[in-house]
């Protein structure tokens, strides 16, 4: 089911009697998110009596089946599938003004007291906004880059934001050497793919709208903003624009991210808004940090990026799976079709390199499930030594998030847990029941 808006989406997860209306008063201090959290990965809560004049909803991305539902393929192929769409972009297309649902209302008076942003945990330092698309442009080459970043509401039309050292800090320290702002928008409500393909791991200069084009299988319709030159998408529910603000720093976090942890409070950089456009009754969307959907949206394209990588070094990769366990971010489930010793460690390497968030890398065979715990550390325990299959890698670039690092600098390691070449053939053969697969329990039982 492949839906190319956020309200297409929510009609299909009401017709699965996933998502669920909640019509009593909820208080966007805290009890918004503790239900989103309470939630997570059952069903998708949409609230409709927040105190402002527009629904919120959440959680609507909670589980990798909804995620494989959305892209139209079945569980095991949703990181494939993706690689295969980063593989092969499909450019997208800019459409006027009438053909564009978030034209519907436009404000250059921007208030953000009157959106429904909630205040997640008890130590957050204020509202924020979590599920916005954040578009920019390279200020010398015009290329594009979207991403999610957290945005702290300062001011009625001031923002707080956490740039890592990825495309944004590229773009917006040229624009700040010329002494000029950054031009960004905001694209809040949007539909699964698209938050999918914001999240690829895409070298520098790579549009990751072109991915969600694919991923439909028809160009993604884009249209122009109002004060920013830049183009957004045309289905969104809801678009700000503005500029991040050159020499200007002020105080943003703490805040609850997906490692569990607080991000700590620091001196950021500041967006100003200009504009504000949206749809008649435009839908709110906030991604409670730390839930499945929060984890997901980032894991599901990463594993698309690493597996494409990791097959660069080690063909014969089957696949990748990002542990819940390991945030969706640190913990690598890497599954090959060993061919040669060695050849393990080498995806490790790759897996590492792929990404700098990845701590901790485990390779398997072929047979076992990588998305069922279980069976991994039933193969760590059963097929590796300490001693023989366990590399280390010290004080490499982590990720600043992970507070056991020393500001971002950490140590990785990989297991091998792949059954040796040489290994006489019975040696590990695992135990089967003939007709187990096949048998159901409640045929026998009454």
């Known amino acids: 089911m492949v839906c190319t808006s956020l309200r297409d989406w929510l009609a299909f997860l009401e017709q699965e009697t996933y998502l669920k209306t909640v019509t009593k008063k909820v208080n966007l201090q805290h009890e918004l998110a ?10 998708a809560l949409k609230f409709t009596n927040t105190g402002r004049d527009m629904p919120v909803v959440t959680g609507f991305a909670g589980n990798r089946a909804l995620m494989a539902k959305a892209m139209g393929v079945e569980v095991e192929k949703a990181a494939e599938h993706f690689s295969w769409a980063q593989t092969n972009p499909l450019d997208c297309t800019l459409v006027g003004k009438d053909k564009a649902p978030v034209k519907e209302c436009i404000t250059f008076d921007v208030d953000l007291a009157k959106l429904p942003i909630p205040v997640h945990h008890e130590k957050d330092s204020g509202a924020y906004i979590t599920a916005a698309l954040l578009i920019a442009k390279d200020p010398e080459t015009g290329a594009r880059n979207v ?35 950054l031009e960004i928008a905001l694209a809040i409500g949007v539909d699964p793919i698209l938050l999918l393909a914001s999240q690829a791991l895409a070298p520098l200069g790579f549009d990751e709208f072109t991915i969600a084009s694919r991923l439909y299988g028809k160009p993604l ?59 008649q009754a435009p839908i709110f969307h906030t991604i409670v940090p730390a839930t499945m959907e929060h984890c997901l949206l980032g894991a599901i394209p990463r594993e698309g990026g690493m597996l494409q990588l990791i097959r660069n070094t080690v063909p014969t990769t089957l696949g990748v799976h990002l542990t819940p366990g390991g945030t969706c971010r640190y913990h690598a489930v890497i599954k090959i079709d060993k061919k040669q010793e060695g050849e393990a460690k080498n995806a490790m390497f790759a897996a590492f390199s792929s990404s700098h968030e990845i701590k901790h890398a485990v390779v398997v065979d072929k047979d076992v499930d990588i998305f069922d715990m279980e069976d991994v550390e039933w193969a760590i325990a059963t097929r590796s030594q300490a001693g023989r299959d366990v590399m280390i890698v010290a004080q490499a670039a982590g990720n600043i998030l992970d507070p056991s690092t020393d500001e971002g600098i950490g140590d990785k390691m990989g297991i091998d847990a792949t059954v040796p070449l040489a290994a006489p053939q019975d040696r590990f053969e695992r135990i ?15």
């Open 34 to 43: 503790a239900l989103g959290k309470k939630a997570d990965g059952k069903y």
């Open 147 to 181: 991403a999610i970043h957290r945005l702290q509401v300062t001011g009625p039309n001031r923002l707080g934001v956490l740039i890592l050292p990825r495309h944004l800090a590229h773009f917006y320290q040229k624009a700040e050497a010329q002494g000029k702002p």
């Open 221 to 279: 319709e884009l249209v122009q903003c109002e004060t920013v030159d830049l183009e957004v998408p045309a289905q969104a529910e809801i678009v700000l624009e503005g500029r991040l603000l050159p020499g200007v720093r002020e105080m943003e976090g703490p805040f609850g991210e997906y490692p569990k942890y607080y991000g700590p409070a620091s001196l950021k950089p500041v967006i100003e808004l200009t504009a504000m456009t949206t749809r």
């Open 432 to 446: 089967r029941i003939p007709g187990e697969e096949v048998l159901k329990l409640e045929d026998y039982i009454k």
